[in-house]
């Protein structure tokens, strides 16, 4: 499938090293559209829409009161009242790919039965917490939430027991400032740049601080429960750190540019590259460990509200609501071959610009 213009920019130069499978526009709400009622400064913007596991179906938040499903093979979609007291903060897809749950302005995660077949939301209950639900991240196997409050506390709830929380932590000495899960554990970073990992499934000593502390806040952080593995950027970094979570070290480096924002992170072949997406909506694929090798993947002309990585499909939107998945080569050597060819480009290009300058030089002695 070709890219139109209209939905990326790109030149020559730019060496796409994946298949494009599929191309659309999804009704994702407008800046225009996110309420005004929302005076929760991490809700300033429009909630990051979810996707189903096999990438057919969006789900989204329509301000002020409804929830979008929306489903990308058919094109239709369908709405219904989200039910709560104030605005939706966040939304996530649990693991079953038949639930997902709403958190929000009332203290309130919602949890829905969904059917893509018949593309149907029904509500199945609501877990009620002691503040604003910031962030919710799903137990990748298990029916519970990883879920941010308001006044920078962490918790675990099992949705089977929606009365006890299984973990709670108040964090004392610093914002928390991203939230993840792998099986076994919830990963957080913080302002200050340190990046704690807490293992729900050991009851002494849950809690462990990676050494490497970074002078901007941990902004990204993507973990990989196969290979046990976590890549993390914080602001103003010259690198993304990947680190091995059984050895707690960081095992390499990936340099980027540290003169950009980048907005999403995600491990992808097993731990053995990433693929990142920045402020300007360019998405590039940098493999892990040596030799160091990158390429861009694709350009939009807009910035990202939703990266997600599923199996080797690589699926992003837009906030113009433009929508492309890309199957990924199913490992990354071929990564060293593109970044020879750069190399090569950019040595033929210097020897053009020395040649230039040669030339001009003589003609100006004449």
């Known amino acids: 499938m070709e890219f139109s213009r209209s939905s990326f920019t790109s030149d020559n130069s730019v060496i796409r090293h994946a298949q494009c499978i599929r191309e659309i526009t999804v009704p994702l709400s407008t800046a225009d559209d996110v309420s005004t009622e ?31 499903a929306y489903d990308i093979v058919a094109k239709c979609e369908t709405r219904l009242t989200s039910g709560h007291r104030g605005a939706i903060l966040c939304l996530a897809m649990m693991s079953d790919n038949k639930h997902f749950v709403s958190g929000g302005e009332d203290k309130e995660v919602h949890i829905w039965a969904f059917t893509r077949e018949r593309l149907t939301i029904e509500k199945e209950g609501v877990v009620t917490f002691s503040d604003v639900v910031l962030k919710i991240f799903p137990h990748p196997s298990l029916k519970a939430i990883g879920v941010m409050l308001r006044g920078n506390t962490v918790l675990l709830r099992h949705l089977g027991n929606k009365e006890v929380d299984e973990l709670n932590i108040r964090i004392q000495d610093s914002n928390v400032t991203v939230l993840t899960q792998t099986h076994q554990q ?114 939009f002309d807009a910035p990202l509200v939703l990266m997600t990585m599923v199996g080797s499909t690589l699926t992003a939107i837009t906030d113009r ?11 990354c050597d071929g990564l060293l071959q593109v970044s020879s060819m750069k190399a090569r480009d950019r040595r033929r290009l210097r020897k053009m610009h020395s040649t230039a300058m040669t030339t001009s030089l003589a003609c100006s002695l004449l």
């Open 38 to 68: 929302r005076n929760n400064q991490s809700a300033a913007s429009a909630v990051e829409p979810i996707m189903t596991s096999d990438g057919n179906c969006i789900i989204m938040d329509k301000p002020p009161r409804e929830i979008l």
């Open 186 to 299: 919830v990963i957080y970073g913080t302002d200050r740049g340190k990046i704690y990992v807490w293992n729900y499934e050991r009851p002494k000593d849950p809690v462990f601080a990676l050494d490497e502390c970074s002078r901007g806040a941990v902004r990204l952080i993507s973990a990989m429960s196969s290979s046990n593995t976590l890549a993390c950027w914080a602001d103003s970094q010259a690198h993304i750190s990947v680190w091995d979570l059984d050895t707690k070290a960081l095992t390499t480096t990936v340099p980027v540019d540290a003169t950009i924002n980048y907005t999403h992170l995600s491990l992808t072949d097993n731990g053995g590259a990433v693929a990142v997406a920045d402020e300007f909506g360019r998405v590039t694929r940098h493999r892990v460990g040596s030799p160091a090798a990158s390429c861009t993947l694709f350009a």
């Open 321 to 331: 609501g433009q929508l492309v998945a890309l199957e990924l080569p199913a490992t």
